[in-house]
Every structure is written in structure tokens, then in C-alpha cells.
């Protein structure tokens, strides 16, 4: 079955600065890869998504990239803001139709002001 | 639309008591996950139903773990009995598969504690 490795397992950057998230996965049959965003005592909510069609999608200061050939993908956030600091997981589908999806560990991202 | 209903939102126990926890999924949604999160090990599927009939349940992780989806718009995840180890955060989310690849919904989750 799937299995989706994520780094790092925490994060710490200056406000202002960029922040980038990494994973990795092994079913090369996976073809969409969501990214949630959980803060302190919430639920995890959607942030992003990409479908294995697409290479990069930006949505403000949030972008995702995929690369198939390698099975990894990627979040960058940039101009941190302390408001972005909150655990961060990835997801990959295992390619069926009713929506079960393999998580990553979570990066727990720490925005200093 | 109210979203993912879970209830109760906060469940304290003692060791060897039966607990259930609810789920409401969104209307006309027709997948249904429940998850199990904690601070070691993440966020864990459990279970998952389509259309109320459950997929993968390779995720349960004794016997003492059960659910149940008698119909679209409820679900039920039963420990029985609990121990201190199935403390938790356990949330449920719901997904509309007839459009294919998408978002999961979760709900606000219920924390367990188990005394």
C-alpha cells in the first residue's frame, strides 16, 4: 500500500522568511496530493491541492510542487507570517475513488516574529 | 451547511468503560473516515465507508475497536472496554466521492481520556 514520508518533523523560521515542506511517496498509482493545515486544538483543514496532471499550483503565498518521476512533492510558504505557524501535513490518495487518503507525520512549522 | 458533526466533544472515562462517539457526516456526502489522532503517532486512519458500507478497516486496532454506519447521515465508533492507551483525539471526516478526487472534511474531533 501507500506510504508517505514527510520532512522535516519541525520547523522554525524568521517571519518574513520562506518555509518549505517535503514528501515523499511510494504508489506511483497516487494521483492527487492535498496538504492540511491543523492549528493548536483544531481540525486539520485543506489548504492545497495538486492532481498528478499539474506540475505547480499557487494560491497567494502558498504553492505546491509535484514531481512524479522522483514521487515527491512539496509545500512552500513564503513571507511567514506568525499566523501560518501550525502543524502541516501532507497526503497522498491511494488512487481509488471515494477518497481514502495516506497522511504524512505532520511539520510542526514555528513562524517567529 | 452546519459541517462535519462529532459528538461528544470532550469524553472522560474510567479503564474497562464502553465509549462511542458520533459522527454526522455533511449531507450528501457519501464516504465517511474516522481517524485517530495522537501526539507519537500521528494522525491514523482507522475505518472508512462508502455509501455505509465499510472499505478498509485494516486500521482498527483490536477487536475492542468497532463501527458502525447504519445509514448516510450517521456513524459510530465504539471501544469496548477502553484503556488508558486509546486516549486520543478522534475525528471523523466526510468526502463526496461521486466527483472523484477531493477534499475530506473533518469534523472538530472528540478527546478521549481514558483514566
Known amino acids: 500500500g501507500e506510504n508517505v514520508e514527510q520532512h522535516p518533523s519541525t520547523l522554525s523560521v524568521q517571519e518574513g522568511d520562506s518555509a518549505v515542506i517535503k514528501c515523499t511517496y511510494s504508489?506511483?498509482?497516487?494521483?492527487?496530493f492535498p496538504w492540511y493545515k491543523q492549528e493548536l486544538g483544531k481540525r486539520p483543514q485543506l489548504i492545497i491541492d495538486?492532481?498528478?496532471?499539474?506540475g505547480e499550483k499557487k494560491d497567494q503565498r502558498i504553492a505546491v510542487t509535484l514531481n512524479k518521476t522522483a514521487k515527491h512533492f512539496s509545500l512552500h510558504i513564503t513571507e511567514t507570517q506568525p499566523e501560518d505557524s501550525a502543524v502541516y501535513f501532507c497526503?497522498?490518495?491511494?488512487?481509488?475513488?471515494?477518497?481514502?487518503?495516506?497522511f504524512g507525520k505532520g511539520t510542526k512549522l514555528s513562524v517567529k516574529p | 451547511d452546519a459541517g462535519v458533526i462529532q459528538s461528544p466533544r470532550h469524553e472522560v472515562t474510567e479503564m474497562g468503560q464502553e465509549v462511542t462517539l458520533r459522527c454526522k457526516p455533511i449531507s450528501g456526502h457519501n464516504s465517511l473516515f474516522w481517524y485517530r489522532q495522537t501526539m507519537m503517532r500521528g494522525l491514523e486512519l482507522l475505518i472508512y465507508?462508502?455509501?455505509?458500507?465499510?472499505?478498509?478497516d485494516s486500521g482498527m486496532p483490536e477487536d475492542r475497536f468497532s463501527a458502525k454506519m447504519p445509514n448516510a447521515s450517521f456513524s459510530t465508533l465504539k471501544i469496548q472496554p477502553s484503556e488508558p492507551r486509546d486516549s486520543a483525539v478522534y475525528f471523523c471526516a466526510s468526502h463526496i466521492s461521486n466527483r472523484g478526487l477531493g477534499e475530506q472534511f473533518f469534523g472538530p474531533g472528540t478527546r478521549l481520556t481514558v483514566l
Open positions: 497526503a497522498a490518495s491511494n488512487g481509488g475513488s471515494q477518497g481514502n487518503l495516506i
Open positions: 465507508f462508502n455509501n455505509n458500507v465499510p472499505i478498509d
Open positions: 504508489d506511483s498509482a497516487s494521483n492527487y
Open positions: 495538486i492532481r498528478s496532471n499539474v
